[in-house]
């Protein structure tokens, strides 16, 4: 994982705002070489969700993009319909660290029996991690009996 800071935080909002695609083959493979043995025993990938409006304004989800090439590598399902954010929360950036805690709560829901399984999440970046948290504990109430994440980056405190 990295410090989201210059020349990373530009090479993200890069493949996220400016559309280049090949850094998340990139960053997939870096994830790959870190996380090799992260999750050994996981069940599936699950790319972090965007609202359908966000969805539609970018165009894809970053997320995807680097969940994809993980999951052919492990031979793990990539699960894209399993939960949806169903609250359009403003994004992240920008935002006090107390209002980051509050932003995602309720954001996300799973309608799926999770029941005994290990999810690994996969994301752009971290900052406090309340977002992480938010789908971990969603999760869990399907049943998921464990959850982790891999980041690509993480800010650096203070957020």
Not at 59 to 88: C, H, I, T, W, Y
Not at 115 to 142: F, N, P, W, Y
């Amino acid at each position: 994982m990295y410090d989201f800071a210059f020349p990373v935080d530009a090479m993200v909002h890069a493949l996220k705002y400016r559309h280049q695609l090949a850094l998340a083959a990139c960053f997939a493979a870096e994830l790959r070489e870190l996380g090799s043995d992260f999750g050994a025993d996981a069940d599936l990938l699950l790319p972090m969700p965007l609202h359908p409006r966000r969805l539609a304004e970018r165009g894809f989800n970053q997320a995807v993009e680097l969940a994809r090439p993980l999951a052919r590598r492990r031979a793990l399902p990539l699960a894209l319909a399993l939960v949806s954010k169903v609250r359009d929360i403003p994004a992240q950036a920008g935002l006090g660290r107390e209002e980051r805690q509050r932003n995602p709560r309720g954001a996300f829901v799973c309608d799926m029996d999770l029941h005994g399984q290990r999810v690994i999440v996969v994301d752009d970046v971290m900052t406090t991690g309340a977002t992480l948290d938010e789908l971990a504990r969603c999760l869990k109430r399907s049943g998921a009996i464990w959850v982790g994440n891999l980041v690509v980056a993480r800010t650096p405190a203070p957020y």
